[in-house]
């Protein structure tokens, strides 16, 4: 845990206090995030308040970031916890779960009392009561118009349709990888990038859909982690199918070894040999001697 340490830089200037960073969760089983404190020994499992872009929300305390910073470090966090949550509110946090709950229950029959193609898959409430969010998947764009006025009569409150996709739904839902490890967009993504076939194949991976596809059935997202370091590490290495000579010996290429800076190469009597960084940085480019193929007469 963070210790409050006070320090002067000049002489006569107020001293500044170094802050604390804690992981933080708003809902069970849900993605944490980094938040900063000037509070001290707040331990794992403590509800606190937590300021964000609509109002004090509360969120339960999941241990100590082990990082710390001055005030002016403040920006190396997501959120700001600004106290602990009262007696009174930690029992309205409980609640508010039991609510979301509910509410859950009552949108699904709804939504198939109005015949909707569409699948749920969370309920959000602010704690002040002001918005709920149903969070939605659909194939299709979906008319909930009539649902919406459903759920104002029956929550009293203002009501929003979010529609997401199926990784922002595997992120909500959670889950085990193929690594054993928990999915990565629950856990720590914030943003998802881009990931295409492309870093597969950079990347030496089998493209057997099942074993580069994650549960929400898209691409993994960890192709993109080593996709750049592989990238480098294939800049300046003799391309697949090229021709070298190294001293009298001449090989063609047939497989590169990024992490090991090494390439496979055939010689000349058919033979496979492992060519090491030092050794095929030697190389000669040979161009091809195939005769040029004749067009074919009309």
């Known amino acids: 845990m963070a210790e409050i340490i006070e320090k002067e830089h000049v002489s006569g200037s107020v001293p500044e206090k170094e802050i604390a960073f804690y992981r933080i969760q708003f809902r069970k089983e849900s993605q944490q995030f ?16 937590v300021k964000t872009d609509h109002g004090s929300e509360p969120g339960r ?25 009262s007696t009174e509110e930690q029992q309205k946090f409980e609640n508010l779960i039991l609510y979301e709950e509910n509410a859950f229950a009552i949108c699904n029959k709804l939504i198939e009392k109005n015949q909707l ?56 839902i959670g889950g085990i990888g193929i690594c054993g490890r928990e999915l990565c967009c629950s856990s720590f993504i914030k943003k998802f990038d881009s990931v295409s076939i492309k870093m597969a194949k950079e990347q030496d991976l089998p493209l057997n859909p099942s074993k580069i596809s994650g549960v ?27 021709r ?7 090989y063609r290429v047939k497989r590169q070894n990024p992490l090991q800076e090494s390439i496979l190469a055939e010689n000349e009597n058919g033979e496979d040999v492992v060519l090491q960084k030092d050794e095929w940085k030697m190389y000669q480019n040979i161009k091809r001697t195939e005769p040029p193929k004749e067009k074919k007469k009309k």
């Not at 980094?34 to 308040?49: E, Q």
């Not at 070298?244 to 001449?250: C, L, S, T």
Request: aromatic fraction near 8%; charge should be positive; proline fraction near 1%.
């Open 244 to 250: 070298i000579r190294i001293g009298k010996e001449k």
């Open 61 to 85: 305390i999941i241990g100590s970031a082990s990082i710390r910073g001055c005030r002016g470090d403040v920006r190396r966090s997501t959120f700001e916890i600004s106290r602990s949550a």
């Open 216 to 242: 929400c059935n898209r691409l993994l997202c960890c192709l993109t982690y080593e996709y750049e370091t592989y990238k480098k590490q294939r800049r300046g290495m003799p391309r697949l199918g090229k």
């Open 34 to 49: 980094t938040a900063s404190s000037t509070l001290l020994c707040l331990a794992s499992g403590k509800v606190v308040m």
């Open 117 to 172: 193609s569409m699948q749920l898959v969370r309920v959000e409430r602010f704690f002040n009561g002001s918005k709920i969010i149903f969070y939605f998947t659909a194939d299709n764009r979906v008319d909930f118009r009539a649902l919406v006025k459903n759920l104002v009569q029956e929550f009293r409150t203002r009501v929003e349709m979010r529609q997401v996709g199926v990784r922002h739904e595997t992120k909500m």
